[in-house]
């Protein structure tokens, strides 16, 4: 299959030339031979062919022959991008600043994570008072090339141990190494195939983590959906872990988590058979051969344990409160029928955690932080005073805390950390970072546009101040849409470089996300799916109705279930952008629920077997099974990682062969696979750089820079 690709270069062939312009060369960009097999599916009596099938087999050769075949042509062509060398440059400047994190006291230590510039991986510092901070742990030494990294860190009661999980390759399968603070010695041995786990100690004597019996087959793409929790018990080895919930047909779920109250009373295992609505029993661990008492029996909500005094609970829930409250029960009768409200659900979209013996009740209005604080008797104590407009996390720390820490941070300003004196509420600047990007310049706007039905949508859109309503502003529409996550605004490096060069960056908060409660997230889902693209779609054409770009000046862009979004808005408004970037999307609809833990997003998505009306709905936006021969669509580069165990590569390949196979016009379609890389937690920063070098080239390029703007 060839195409004639288009591309801004000097004087540089991949392939072969056959015509000249003033300043373009017209290139023949030969895509890699995609081999087509016979495989087909039944659907209640549609059958739908399959035929790159044989590109799910991450484990043959001649897949990876294929990868090393896409890679060759999209390094070839990214490397001759004459501005790409440049760009690179820029974002390593701008990246190589210090970055540290709010600080945490676990025992005698406080801790902080710390990157200094272009580290691949944070460094994690810790002190005593009035000492000075020493390497503590340097995930950088877990591995030659960085793809090593630290997944979490769990400390027990006293802090004397921890406990902390690497994942490799990018992977979510990790392993938990425990170590000794004071000597850093690794004190038993490693714990392996954990997976989708915390680390919840109880006391001094060992913690809590999940995990699913190995896969047979592929571990990168084979499906798991028995989650189970483990206890392990300090000094004893993994084989002997006591299984203490998800063993058995009755206690199948596809994820548990366990958590143990702060005063080590209480044992909560959570059980969710997708990624919405959660089972919640609770265990008396003071109480030799305590049982489970059920606290809810159905995933009609999402509920969990902020926290307890004695065996009074503070429960966080949505049950027939889509915008969240707290409420309070005792843990000897704790069924909803007792829940007595506690911080009441509100208009705007509750976050809740605790510290210093009061609760911090943040909320999001419209995408913008607001936080209040109460004590345990529910009585409002104050509004924090926030240093601006953006986006606040942190207030959470021990019960006897009396400082805390939180960061600010919104599109245009690096996040700094404050630190807050709980009882009088005074905030004062800790740290603010020392950047070369000057905040000062840029701006953003919230507005409010109309979706195809009706609905209003919000959007923040950043830019450099004095921009000229033109249609010709280089724009990215990032967009994500579904899993109840919300967008809200913070400070990124890769998109200052972005705004740099005078371009725009649009974030609309789209139904299926977050912002707005379960009732947005929810209108974004199954068979109301529609309403996310068309809320994406809406947004570009407010950008061009309102002069901020055009469709030769627009590129969308998302990863994940976002990746998925941008293969669907592509394939059903070609016309809208000129660059597509989807990035680890979730890009065949029809069998996603077959790999890994794909069927966990059924809540969101539903899936090809439910019956005849989800498959068929399904389908009719799946991005691998509508790419039609003869269409024109736009320059896109699709990127994965070839170790993403979640959002398996395959779905990124499949949808490149369609796109390869079908294009008809002169736009690249183009793969970048990453070796040794996952999902994206984790990436080295070295890696991340080269990730978005390439995406901005690609893209500028395909707009018709000839050099950077």
């Given at each position: 299959m060839t195409n004639i690709i288009t591309i801004s270069l000097l004087g540089i062939l991949i392939l072969s030339c056959n015509s000249v312009e003033t300043h373009k060369k017209t290139i023949k960009l030969k895509y890699p031979e995609t081999k087509?097999?016979?495989?087909?599916?039944?659907?209640?009596?549609?059958?739908?062919?399959?035929?790159?099938?044989?590109?799910?087999?991450?484990?043959?050769?001649?897949?990876?022959?294929?990868?090393?075949d896409q890679n060759k042509i999209t390094f070839g062509y990214?490397?001759?991008?004459?501005?790409?060398?440049?760009?690179k440059n820029r974002l390593e400047k701008l990246w190589n600043y210090e970055k540290i994190s709010a600080p945490f006291k676990e025992g005698d230590y406080t801790y902080s994570y710390k990157n200094d510039g272009l580290q691949n991986q944070y460094v994690i510092y810790h002190f005593k008072e009035n000492d000075e901070p020493k390497v503590f742990l340097d995930p950088n030494t877990f591995s030659k090339d960085g793809t090593t990294s630290l997944a979490g860190l769990s400390f027990s009661r006293n802090g004397k141990i921890v406990a902390y999980s690497i994942s490799e390759g990018g992977s979510d399968w990790r392993k938990i190494i425990v170590m000794d603070v004071d000597s850093k010695e690794v004190i038993q041995d490693t714990l392996i195939d954990v997976k989708f786990s915390g680390i919840s100690w109880h006391k001094n004597e060992g913690f809590y983590y999940s995990s699913y019996d190995k896969p047979k087959g592929s571990e990168l793409s084979a499906k798991t959906d028995q989650h189970k929790v483990y206890y392990h018990k300090l000094g004893t080895k993994q084989k002997n872990d006591k299984l203490i919930y998800g063993g058995t047909e009755q206690e199948k779920h596809r994820y548990l988590s366990a958590s143990v109250s702060e005063d080590d009373r209480y044992l909560t295992i959570y059980a969710k058979v997708s990624t919405s609505g959660t089972k919640m029993f609770i265990k008396d661990l003071t109480k030799k051969n305590s049982s489970f008492i059920t606290v809810l029996d159905h995933t009609d909500s999402d509920t969990y344990a902020i926290d307890n005094i004695g065996s009074k609970l503070y429960l966080v829930t949505n049950l027939n409160a889509p915008n969240k409250k707290i409420v309070t029960v005792d843990a000897s009768n704790p069924t909803p029928e007792n829940w007595i409200d506690f911080i009441p659900e509100t208009e705007h979209v509750l976050s809740a955690s605790t510290g210093?013996?009061?609760?911090f009740a943040k909320y999001t209005v419209n995408a913008i932080s607001q936080v209040k604080q109460y004590d345990f008797d529910g009585k409002f104590i104050r509004n924090i005073r926030l240093p601006g407009i953006g986006n606040a996390n942190g207030f959470g720390g021990k019960k006897e805390s009396k400082i805390d820490y939180y960061s600010f941070t919104n599109y245009s300003t690096p996040s700094s950390i404050y630190k807050f004196n709980i009882d009088t509420g005074v905030s004062e600047l800790y740290w603010q970072p020392s950047i070369d990007?000057?905040?000062?310049?840029?701006?953003?706007?919230?507005?409010?546009y109309t979706s195809k039905d009706g609905t209003k949508v919000p959007m923040i859109i950043t830019y450099k101040k004095g921009l000229e309503l033109n249609g010709k502003n280089p724009t990215i529409l990032y967009g994500y849409g579904g899993f109840n996550i919300s967008l809200n605004p913070g400070f990124s490096i890769s998109n200052a470089v972005w705004m740099e060069m005078g371009g725009i960056y649009a974030v609309p908060n789209l139904r299926g996300g977050g912002e707005f409660g379960k009732k947005w997230h929810d209108a974004g889902t199954k068979l109301q799916k529609q309403n996310v693209f068309d809320d994406f779609i809406?947004?570009?054409?407010?950008?061009?109705?309102?002069?901020?770009?055009?469709?030769?000046?627009l590129a969308i862009r998302g990863g994940?279930?976002?990746?998925?979004?941008?293969?669907?808005?592509m394939t059903q408004r070609p016309d809208l952008m000129k660059v597509a970037l989807s990035a680890v999307g979730v890009l065949d609809m029809l069998r996603y629920h077959t790999f890994t833990s794909g069927a966990g997003w059924a809540y969101d998505y539903g899936t090809s077997e439910d019956n005849k009306e989800m498959f068929e709905y399904l389908k009719a936006y799946s991005p691998v099974h509508n790419v039609k021969k003869g269409s024109q669509y736009p320059a896109t580069l699709i990127t994965t990682g070839d170790h993403d165990d979640r959002v398996v590569p395959a779905h990124s390949f499949k949808f490149a062969a369609e796109l390869q196979a079908k294009q008809s016009g002169s736009n690249p379609i183009l793969i970048r696979i990453e070796t040794d890389a996952g999902h994206g937690a984790g990436t080295p920063v070295s890696k991340t750089i080269e990730q978005y070098a390439d995406i901005f080239s690609f893209t500028l390029s395909n707009m018709g820079f000839e050099e950077l703007p």
């Open positions: 087509k097999v016979d495989t087909v599916t039944n659907y209640f009596g549609t059958k739908v062919k399959d035929p790159y099938r044989w590109l799910e087999d991450d484990l043959s050769e001649e897949t990876g022959s294929w990868v090393a990214l490397e001759n991008i004459p501005f790409r060398d440049e760009l210093g013996g009061y609760f990007f000057k905040s000062k310049d840029y701006e953003s706007k919230q507005v409010f809406a947004a570009g054409e407010y950008l061009i109705d309102k002069k901020y770009t055009s469709s030769d000046f994940s279930n976002g990746g998925l979004l941008v293969g669907a808005t």
